[in-house]
């Protein structure tokens, strides 16, 4: 049997790597039929190079190179789904993040700030007795709010530009209502173990970060006011501000730096930006411990490596499914803590 080949060039969204490397040239098998045994006819026009059988198996580890099929079987299913696109369609769709991002992300960080401005004075309190010429409270808060409003606008933005570039989701920009209910089902479990896990190593290490550590503890407690503090400003804003933010830009920095050739970010910069923002995430911790007790060397590994662990969570979670997972099981975590806080009367 004798077949021709023809080439034909598609162009698809980087994180679609269905068909091989955006523009790629994508060979189609077709069988001439005059020159087929009658048996062959009809089924071999249809064949294409995705079919698994006859040249086409044979002709594929040829025509694609070993790199491309290596990347088509470490895409995880939720990018497997992207359409085709061509490339104005692309460049428009990153343009088009922007707007949708902002109108859905950022009230939920604007919502987060918000509920962390009541358990703000509390932490603010020592602060001002030390600095007796310090601005007043309401300018403080104020000034705080800003600071973070600004911070989160920021990370959304850059969230939204880097996403379709990296394949990253929000399921609420995408408007995936199904497979947010999905990713919120997904980020059940997490959450449980996560809050549990921090609460069991919190009482282990307890008895070894000194006499200041244990009497902020007792004065310290979880209230419904630090409960919502946690539950939105650390399942929203917290996340929009580490994973869709800090974690997208290493993810993209790290890409360019070890594979710029490549068309999607490699492995190994995924999980280098999980861990990266994970240790940013509990560094930017060690601010609020220190405002209530003298930093440590044993307080700021306790700080840094409990904090780090859940971001480790979390960014896995973002990496794996989509922004809203890593938002829920944030949450979770903090609803996990208060509830057995309440039930060990901690």
């Not at 692309?90 to 992300?105: D, F, G, K, M, N």
Request: hydrophobic share 50%; aromatic share 4%; proline share 8%.
């Amino acid at each position: 049997m004798t077949e021709t080949v023809k080439f034909e060039v598609i162009l698809r969204h980087p994180s679609s790597l269905n068909d091989g490397c955006p523009g790629a040239v994508r060979p189609k098998l077709n069988t001439a039929p005059e020159l087929a045994a009658p048996e062959e006819r009809g089924a071999a026009s249809s064949e294409g190079l995705t079919s698994g059988s006859g040249w086409a198996a044979y002709l594929q580890p040829m025509l694609v190179p070993a790199s491309t099929q290596e990347a088509l079987a470490q895409v995880p299913r939720h990018q497997e789904e992207s359409p085709p696109m061509t490339a104005h369609a692309y460049q428009t769709s990153q343009r088009s993040l922007v707007i949708p991002a902002l109108l859905t992300l950022l009230p939920l960080g604007a919502v987060g700030i918000l509920a962390l401005l009541p358990s703000l004075p509390a932490s603010l309190a020592p602060i001002l007795a030390r600095l007796p010429d310090a601005p007043p409270l309401n300018v403080l808060l104020a000034l705080q709010a800003a600071q973070l409003l600004v911070l989160s606008t920021l990370s959304v933005l850059l969230g939204a530009w880097l996403a379709p570039r990296l394949g990253l989701r929000s399921r609420l920009v995408d408007h995936d209502w199904a497979k947010l209910k999905d990713d919120l089902r997904h980020a059940a479990l997490p959450g449980l173990l996560v809050g549990a896990g921090l609460v069991g190593a919190d009482l282990l290490s307890a008895p070894y970060l000194g006499e200041a550590w244990a009497s902020m503890q007792a004065q310290q407690e979880r209230t419904p006011v630090v409960t919502l503090a946690g539950l939105l400003y650390g399942g929203l804003t917290e996340e929009l501000q580490l994973r869709w933010g800090v974690m997208s830009l290493l993810t993209f920095c790290l890409w360019k730096s070890l594979a710029s050739g490549a068309t999607h970010p490699p492995r190994q910069a995924v999980i280098g930006a999980v861990v990266l923002s994970a240790l940013v995430f509990g560094a930017l911790h060690l601010g609020a411990v220190a405002a209530l007790v003298p930093l440590t060397p044993l307080l700021v590994v306790r700080t840094v490596v409990l904090n780090a662990t859940s971001g480790l969570v979390f960014g896995m979670l973002f990496a794996r499914r989509s922004l809203e997972t890593a938002m829920a099981a944030h949450a979770l975590t903090q609803l996990t803590m208060t509830a057995l806080a309440w039930l060990l009367h901690l």
